[in-house]
């Protein structure tokens, strides 16, 4: 693929793209402004890409059924755990519109500069970038009518589900190996009451707790 366009397509072929919303926001946001410099040209690519710190921008593909299980809508709060390069951030933002707002965190400062760094000269405003860890979330901004975590955790944590609001959604790529994980979106129906949805077959890094690393 060499245009963004021809990745839409190819997603849209591929049957992960067909809320003519999400597409229209995969359009709109370029995958180049969020690649490495040495990599524009793999930009559009249906791949996974090095970012440094061992870390990749994810497949589009991947991104794509992700933000379909989110379905974020006009106006809503998403928390986004482990933004990386931004790319997904800038669709999420384009999708919640200026009336809504992402929370994204990254935990390392590196690549916390690198997203911001993409998100700025692309031109996304609706967005907090947080330099934290989120394996438990983000109690500050709760409640969130969406949770999204970009690496694979071991379990649900229970913070994830009580930073929901009800209706809320988290997606989720949850795996005890590291070369397999499910997409799992639990959707809060009751207080206490999830409807859960599973995808298998992913690979994502690895969800790492505890401090940043400078
Ligand atoms: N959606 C991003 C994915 C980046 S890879 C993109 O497409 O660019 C996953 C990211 O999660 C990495 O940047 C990693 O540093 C981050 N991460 C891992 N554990 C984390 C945690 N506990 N809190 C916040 N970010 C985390």
Known sequence: MRTNQELVRELIRQGVLSTPRIIDAFRAVDRRFFVSKGLK????KNEPLPIGEGQTISQPLTVAIMVALLAPKE???VLEIGFGSGYQTAILARLVGDTGHVYALERIESLYEFGK???????????TLILADGSQGYQEYALYNGIIVDAAATAIEDSWKAQLTLGGRLVVPVGKTRDDQTLTKLTKVGEEKFKIEERPGFRFVPLIRGPTRI
């Open 75 to 77: 106006g809503e709060r």
């Open 117 to 127: 760094k993409n998100l700025d000269r692309f031109g996304i405003f609706n967005v």
């Open 41 to 44: 040209r793999s930009a559009y």
